[in-house]
């Protein structure tokens, strides 16, 4: 069975950091992609950052020079540092396992909340 366990969410001041976690069992990350969604209320999901086997990194606009995605297989770990934190930010953050462009496995998602 794959899950991917997604940790480390929470309520933080703009400006703030945070540093989300993604534990994946029942698969091994070197075989895939590894990236994050957000959702927020009433806006579509959007891939914040991915990163490929080889540890190349892309990141949308928004979150260029202030979001870092990193992996280490050999822990089956991904995770998403997140700095200087905007209320635009605030979202649902998942964690997914891609292959061929597409999204194999989700995590069960986790609430940022930036708030003052």
């Known amino acids: 069975q794959v899950q991917l366990v997604e940790s480390g969410a929470g309520l933080v001041q703009p400006g703030g950091s945070l540093r989300l976690s993604c534990a994946a069992s029942g698969i091994a990350i070197s075989n895939y992609v590894m990236g994050w969604y957000r959702q927020a209320p009433g806006n579509q999901r959007e891939l914040v950052a991915y990163?490929?086997?080889?540890?190349?990194?892309n990141y949308i606009d928004s979150v260029k020079g202030r979001f870092t995605i990193a992996r280490d297989n050999a822990k089956n770990t991904v995770w998403l540092q997140m700095n200087s934190l905007k209320p635009d930010d605030t979202a649902v953050y998942s964690c997914t396992a891609r292959k061929f462009g597409k999204s194999l496995y989700w995590g069960q998602g986790t609430q940022v909340t930036v708030s003052s």
């Open positions: 990163i490929t086997n080889s540890g190349v990194t």
